[in-house]
Protein backbone atom coordinates (compact mmCIF):
# COMPACT_ATOMS: atom_id res chain seq x y z
CA UNK A 1 0.00 0.00 0.00
CA UNK A 2 0.98 3.47 -0.51
CA UNK A 3 2.15 6.07 1.67
CA UNK A 4 0.64 9.24 1.36
CA UNK A 5 1.13 13.00 3.34
CA UNK A 6 -1.57 15.00 4.44
CA UNK A 7 -2.00 17.88 6.46
CA UNK A 8 -4.16 19.25 8.58
CA UNK A 9 -6.15 22.20 8.18
CA UNK A 10 -6.70 23.26 11.70
CA UNK A 11 -3.34 22.85 13.43
CA UNK A 12 -1.27 22.72 10.01
CA UNK A 13 0.43 19.34 10.82
CA UNK A 14 1.65 17.08 8.14
CA UNK A 15 1.53 13.40 8.36
CA UNK A 16 1.94 9.92 6.79
CA UNK A 17 -0.59 7.35 6.56
CA UNK A 18 -0.29 4.19 4.76
CA UNK A 19 -3.56 3.62 3.64
CA UNK A 20 -5.36 1.99 0.97
CA UNK A 21 -6.22 3.29 -2.52
CA UNK A 22 -9.79 3.68 -1.20
CA UNK A 23 -8.68 5.17 1.89
CA UNK A 24 -6.68 7.59 0.62
CA UNK A 25 -9.87 9.25 -0.84
CA UNK A 26 -11.10 9.98 2.84
CA UNK A 27 -10.04 12.52 5.08
CA UNK A 28 -7.68 11.02 7.82
CA UNK A 29 -7.66 11.59 11.73
CA UNK A 30 -4.83 14.49 12.41
CA UNK A 31 -2.75 12.62 14.94
CA UNK A 32 -1.91 16.25 16.33
CA UNK A 33 -5.56 17.44 17.56
CA UNK A 34 -7.58 14.70 15.95
CA UNK A 35 -9.72 16.53 13.31
CA UNK A 36 -10.90 15.23 10.30
CA UNK A 37 -10.28 18.20 8.50
CA UNK A 38 -7.39 17.42 6.59
CA UNK A 39 -6.59 17.16 3.26
CA UNK A 40 -4.27 14.70 0.86
CA UNK A 41 -0.99 16.27 0.13
CA UNK A 42 -0.07 15.31 -4.14
CA UNK A 43 3.33 14.18 -2.69
CA UNK A 44 3.44 10.43 -2.84
CA UNK A 45 6.35 9.23 -0.43
CA UNK A 46 6.72 5.99 -2.20
CA UNK A 47 9.21 4.47 0.22
CA UNK A 48 8.69 2.41 2.88
CA UNK A 49 11.80 1.86 5.45
CA UNK A 50 13.42 -1.15 5.25
CA UNK A 51 16.47 -1.52 4.24
CA UNK A 52 17.79 1.88 5.08
CA UNK A 53 18.66 1.77 8.39
CA UNK A 54 16.67 -0.55 9.68
CA UNK A 55 14.19 0.54 12.28
CA UNK A 56 11.34 3.06 12.32
CA UNK A 57 13.48 6.25 11.45
CA UNK A 58 10.66 8.27 9.97
CA UNK A 59 12.50 12.04 8.91
CA UNK A 60 8.89 13.53 9.07
CA UNK A 61 6.94 11.85 11.38
CA UNK A 62 7.63 11.41 15.24
CA UNK A 63 4.23 10.76 16.28
CA UNK A 64 5.00 7.10 15.37
CA UNK A 65 1.99 6.34 13.01
CA UNK A 66 3.82 5.78 10.34
CA UNK A 67 4.36 2.49 11.98
CA UNK A 68 1.23 0.85 11.32
ZN1 LIG B 1 -4.49 18.82 13.39
Keep these: MPVYEYECRDCGKRF ?6 REAKEAQECPECGSRSTRKLMSVVASVRKDDDGVS ?6 SGVCNL
Design 57 to 62: SCPTCT
Design 16 to 21: ERLVSF
